[in-house]
């Protein structure tokens, strides 16, 4: 009898689920990395601000933030990307436990380790939509799904958003 794939192992996932990617370039404990990042961006920008919020006296974040940002994971499925629909897919085929809370700087480290494992075995493209996709989930979260107006965002939001776009390297 065969052995079955173990979860996060990318050849765990259908073949034909992925077509244009060749996710086999990645190690099993790389793609669980690359497929987990996206919820905890989600769960890093929402206690940033929740943070941030309490120390101010002020609300934290709310469900709706989250909502966003899981809206913005699920737009991955339209991005002229197949390395971001295929993260997507999987995301969603997932049977692995939820999304960690660890410290931020846990999440940032993970970012680093993405870019590095992105910058050696994935297509430039892919890569940056990759990291802007993140960049763009961690957005939605802090504006709570109102747009692009990360000018009006708190200081916490803004020195969160700063730390993933340099763990990213995009700024």
Known sequence: MPSQPAPGDPLSYPAHAFPNVAIDVFTAHQWELLVRLPGRVIVGATQAATRAA???GGPGRN?????????AMAAGRA???DLVRAV?????AERLPNASTRPRRD???ECRDALRILDDRADPA???AYRQWLQSIAARVCTGGRGPAVGQLGPGDR???ADLGHALGMV
């Open 54 to 56: 309490a120390r101010a």
């Open 63 to 71: 469900v709706r933030d989250g909502l966003a940002g899981l809206e």
């Open 79 to 81: 991005f002229d990307s």
């Open 88 to 92: 997507v897919a999987a995301v969603y």
């Open 107 to 109: 999440l940032l480290d």
């Open 126 to 128: 892919d890569s940056a």
């Open 159 to 161: 020195r969160f958003l």
